[in-house]
């Protein structure tokens, strides 16, 4: 029987964390510097075929988790900047599964895996400058009528980033790869 939920959620659902530290900040910084190269090297050999497997039944494939990967972080990347700069910026929301329906999904990886290095390269950069004072800016989410701290915006990424890797990871063990 398939436990559907552990495909959709390998690590779990994210949970704000009552209180953040500046080393779980520190912690998120860290992998997301480093979350393009753990990408890269769990996807190096896969083939054609490998690329287009769902992680999951009724899932994206591989390929659509690197190019949704690419576009939700590039969306993140500005989200940071617009907190950093205006008061309380209200974000544009985005229908992801739409977005993985666009014909650009079906480019090769090799077309987002450098966008990907590249936002995770100026994000990082960014991250590693701001003082406590700039991780405490929010940005409100329509969908949820909240105004979200960057702090948390930076632990939530660094679980999406975990999420999506674990997606592709427990492909590779349940397929055998």
């Known amino acids: 029987m398939i436990d559907i939920e552990l495909l959709k959620y390998p690590?779990?659902?994210?949970?704000?964390?009552?209180?953040?530290?500046?080393?779980?900040?520190?912690?998120?910084?860290?992998?997301?510097?480093?979350f393009p190269t753990y990408l890269e090297d769990t996807i190096q050999t896969f083939s054609d075929v490998q690329l287009n497997t769902p992680y999951r039944?009724?899932?994206?494939?591989?390929?659509?988790?690197?190019?949704?990967?690419?576009?939700?972080?590039?969306?993140?990347?500005?989200?940071?900047?617009?907190?950093?700069t205006e008061d309380n910026p209200t974000i544009k929301p985005y229908d992801e599964a739409a977005w993985a329906k666009l014909v650009d999904y079906s480019l090769?990886?090799?077309?987002?895996?450098?966008?990907?290095?590249?936002?995770?390269s100026k994000w990082s950069t960014i991250l590693e400058?701001?003082?406590?004072?700039?991780?405490?800016?929010?940005?409100?989410?329509?969908?949820?009528?909240?105004?979200?701290?960057?702090?948390?915006?930076?632990?939530?990424?660094?679980?999406?980033?975990t999420h999506h890797l674990a997606h592709i990871q427990h492909l590779i063990m349940r397929e055998k790869w």
């Open 57 to 84: 039944p009724g899932g994206w494939t591989v390929k659509q988790l690197i190019h949704h990967l690419s576009d939700s972080h590039m969306n993140a990347f500005m989200r940071f900047k617009w907190a950093l």
């Open 129 to 161: 400058s701001m003082s406590s004072e700039d991780y405490s800016k929010t940005y409100f989410h329509p969908d949820s009528q909240l105004s979200v701290p960057l702090a948390e915006v930076a632990l939530m990424y660094q679980w999406h980033s």
């Open 108 to 120: 090769p990886v090799s077309d987002s895996i450098p966008v990907i290095r590249f936002i995770h």
């Open 11 to 34: 690590i779990g659902k994210f949970k704000k964390p009552q209180h953040i530290s500046e080393n779980m900040v520190k912690e998120a910084i860290d992998y997301l510097r480093l």
